[in-house]
């Protein structure tokens, strides 16, 4: 009898005795992998190759007007990471969101790889108003991860922490200046997370400013669930700038691009380091009419000139001369300040 039937008659003979096989790793088959389907957001789902427009509430309710954000999805034709954008965390910072609805605009779903999900104004009711804070006068940007028995800050913070950002695998918040401040585009990251250094240097717009954000902010609350989080900041609030909008616009897709989910043309240049960054503010017993004699991204040294404080009563001017040499990266609009304001934002390079 040939060997291959000696063989088959032993195996035959150990499964009639119900005795079990060993069969080589190499040899056995692995099981499929699981389908690309829909994505399940809660309150819709989005079918692969579209995309969608949703809110978190779908009931109506006095206390459901709280979560009536936006919630925007798009899901690949072919599987990929979970990339989300939030914007509009503060109500007045308004640049934000057009840069996350011209982001969604531009996604062709069928195109891309992977899930792409937005929150475009996450303080819906501060965007409509263009507030600061939400509704129970609290900053939304220190309540994250949230809680469901908290305030409504909190609660809002707590919906969009569990239904997106425990499912993404990257993560741009987007932001401008606050309180009649502007910035020059820059990101924000923690340089310590690998994953949040090279998501924020695959931006390619601005420069890079170091640091992991404040407790209950959630870029900081984000990485430490695992996420790779960094915040982008341009502009001034209460307005629309047609360049930062763009510029955000084409950072987040240079970021999508990078990751191989969605192909875009064009350089994809590197964000410049910052060492280190601090304010000057106006000194004690300076306060008055601040204007300015600097713009954003101007080079400064030592003794530079940069603004002047009059005070209106004595007519005496001060002049605001920089104590380092750097990049102007945010500054004050020209307006009435007080002892203590920072007013200039100084940047310093590698």
């Known amino acids: 009898m040939r060997t291959p039937a000696i063989v088959a008659l032993v195996l035959a003979f150990l499964t009639l005795l119900a005795i079990p096989i060993a069969v080589p790793a190499s040899a056995a088959t692995s099981p499929a992998a699981a389908p690309w389907g829909p994505l399940d957001l809660g309150s819709g789902s989005v079918e692969p190759g579209s995309k969608r427009k949703f809110t978190f509430e779908s009931s109506r309710s006095f206390e459901s007007s709280f979560l009536d954000s936006a919630l925007w999805a798009a899901q690949g034709a072919t599987p990929g990471p979970t990339f989300c954008v939030v914007a509009g965390i503060h109500g007045d910072e308004i640049n934000s969101f057009e840069i996350a609805r011209r982001t969604f605009q531009a996604i062709a779903p069928q195109q891309l790889k992977g899930s792409l999900i937005l929150v475009p104004a996450a303080n819906a009711m501060g965007f409509r108003t263009m507030n600061r804070y939400m509704p129970d006068r609290r ?67 601005g420069v890079m400013v170091d640091g992991a954000g404040p407790d209950g902010s959630l870029r900081r609350e984000a990485v430490k669930a695992g996420v790779a989080a960094i915040i982008y900041e341009s502009g001034p609030p209460y307005v629309f700038l047609e360049r930062e909008i763009e510029n955000g616009n084409r950072g987040v897709l240079n970021a999508m691009d990078h990751l191989g989910m ?20 106006v000194p004690r017993g300076r306060g008055g009419i601040f204007l300015t004699q600097v713009k954003l991204g101007d080079r400064v040294q030592v003794g530079d000139v940069l603004g002047t404080v009059t005070d209106p009563v004595t007519d005496i001017d001060h002049q605001i001369r920089s104590d380092r040499a750097g990049i102007v990266i945010g500054a004050a609009l020209p307006a009435v300040v007080l002892s203590g304001y920072g007013i200039f934002h100084i940047g310093e390079l590698e």
């Not at 192909?263 to 601090?278: H, I, N, Y």
Request: charged content about 25%; proline content about 5%.
């Open 262 to 281: 969605y192909a875009t043309p064009g350089e994809k240049p590197k964000v410049q380091k910052l060492v280190r960054s601090s304010w000057i503010r």
């Open 139 to 205: 900053d939304l940007n220190r309540a994250f991860p949230g809680s469901v028995k908290g305030s409504v800050a909190s609660i809002v913070a707590n919906a969009i922490f569990e239904r997106v950002i425990r499912r993404c695998d990257y993560l741009i918040d987007l932001h401008t200046g606050s309180n009649f401040r502007t910035n020059m585009p820059q990101i924000r990251v923690d340089m310590n997370d690998a994953k949040s250094l090279a998501l924020a240097e695959s931006f390619g717009v």
